[in-house]
């Protein structure tokens, strides 16, 4: 692929003198040299005041008017139960029919998330709004937000950047991490890992079945990195398919950006896309020039601040 100069156009503010000189000065970050190999470190911040996750009483009041989750109930079925009185589990739990399987399902709620999720994982996809309400077992200390730039779409290629946001209060940081050779990748896994101890949760846009497999393939292919306990394992809020069904047949297009627009009524300016990713890190390897690692930093931590953004208005919508 041949690579377009004009690229660097759409990112750069042409009167914007001091960013100019910076991309073709030096790196945006922390270089760090270790084991013969450099990567940089990029940590920016923004406060985001009133954030906050849905309460749990929110979560078990529509989980408990869910009537879909009673085996063979679906809307045209749960319109006719609700005809005959019935107008939430406990009301089924009261009724011969229902009883034992209402007050099984009930029953979850007084014991743990896993209980919850295997009741939910025999009813519904996890795209269905219960599933993102289990944010209310959370505090946002304990997500991590996280988005991959890669070479190819293909596990056997390698990672350029990981970037990962958390919460500190009403302070949110993403830290980045980018390679700045080939070799550079085992030692950004190993500093994405540092972020991970005492987080229960992932945050990600189709990080369910791309982001968090693909990192995990990259440990997976170096065997030796340790990482507290298992990626996979860890509960996902993948707000790719939330945004699906929430905004369900109202867009063509849940591209994150496209959300962006449609939804948050924001457009970035001077961004790449994802797809260039590739090319601007091997001009890079290849110049040294600083100018072309930028817009991938950029790219990534705007895709970052897009996902808090996003779970607010996901949040707005669906916790009436």
């Not at 979850?108 to 289990?134: M, N, P, Q």
């Not at 290849?286 to 779970?311: F, G």
Request: net charge negative.
């Amino acid at each position: 692929m041949e690579f377009d100069h004009n690229f660097l156009n759409k990112f750069k503010a042409p009167s914007d003198k001091k960013r100019e000189k910076k991309q073709s000065s030096e790196l945006p970050g922390e270089v760090i040299s270790r084991n013969n190999v450099k990567f940089l470190v990029t940590t920016n911040s923004k406060e985001f005041r009133g954030f906050g996750l849905p309460e749990r009483d929110i979560f078990n009041r529509v989980y408990n008017h869910t009537l879909e989750l009673l085996y063979g109930v679906r809307d045209k079925k749960a319109g006719k139960i609700l005809a005959d009185g019935i107008k939430n589990l406990t009301d089924a739990a009261g009724h011969d029919r229902f009883r034992e399987e209402a007050g099984f399902i009930l029953s979850a709620l007084e014991k743990d998330l896993h209980s919850i999720k295997e009741v939910l994982s025999s009813r519904f996809s996890a795209s269905h709004r219960l599933y993102y309400l289990l944010l209310s077992f959370f505090k946002p200390e304990e997500l991590l937000f996280v988005d991959i730039e890669t070479k190819s779409l293909f596990f056997e290629t390698s990672i350029i950047e990981i970037g990962a946001g958390y919460f500190e209060g009403s302070k949110f940081t993403v830290k980045q991490f980018t390679c700045l050779t080939d070799a550079a990748e085992y030692e950004i896994l190993e500093e994405f890992g540092k972020l991970l101890p005492g987080k229960k949760a992932f945050v990600t846009y189709n990080g369910r079945t791309f982001d968090i497999p693909f990192i995990d393939g990259r440990i997976s292919y170096y065997g030796g990195i340790s990482f507290p306990g298992d990626l996979m394992e860890l509960h996902n809020f993948d707000l790719l398919h939330f945004s699906r069904s929430c905004y369900k047949r109202e867009f063509d297009s849940y591209r994150l950006k496209a959300m962006e627009t449609q939804v948050l009524g924001k457009e970035r300016e001077g961004d790449i896309d994802g797809s260039e990713i590739q090319i601007y890190f091997e001009n890079y390897v290849r110049s040294q020039d600083p100018k072309y690692i930028e817009p991938i930093i950029y790219h990534n931590r705007e895709d970052i601040y897009a996902l808090v953004m996003l779970m607010e208005r996901l949040t707005e919508r669906w916790i009436v």
